[in-house]
Nanobody
Framework: VQLQASGGGLVQTGGSLRLSCVAS????????MGWFRQTPGQGREFVAA????????EYADSVKGRFAVSRDNAANTVSLQMNSLQPEDTATYYC??????????????????WGQGTQVTVSS
């Protein structure tokens, strides 16, 4: 499975962005999906995840109420809607696929496939 993330960019504080992750070479309906972010010198931080089936979601406390993860299995796409962006949200964002994850998974080492990352920069 190859994952292609897009939608990053430069936005002012309080603005919004929508990230998309499109899969090829496999059907996303078989995978739990997650979003992580990373800043230079830091490890990958969990942002949000959606389970393989059932639609259960989980969010990092830092983004709860501002970000929303969704999936469209027919389009083989998972999205991350990011609202009320803050400078501390600045990072490279990665999508990832976790085969048949029964619950939303916040641990990066459980994921099987990763996208290439898309940069989000929030100016103050």
């Amino acid at each position: 499975v190859q994952l292609q993330a897009s939608g990053g960019g430069l936005v002012q504080t309080g603005g919004s962005l929508r990230l998309s992750c499109v899969a090829s070479g496999g059907a996303l309906r078989h995978y739990g999906m997650g979003w992580f972010r990373q800043t230079p010198g830091q490890g990958r931080e969990f942002v949000a995840a959606v389970a393989w089936r059932g639609g259960a979601t989980e969010y990092a406390d830092s983004v709860k109420g501002r970000f929303a993860v969704s999936r469209d299995n027919a389009a083989n796409t998972v999205s991350l809607q990011m609202n009320s962006l803050q400078p501390e949200d600045t990072a490279t964002y990665y999508c990832a696929a976790d085969y048949q994850a029964p619950v939303p998974d916040r641990f990066p080492w459980n994921y099987d496939y990763w996208g290439q990352g898309t940069q989000v920069t929030v100016s103050s």
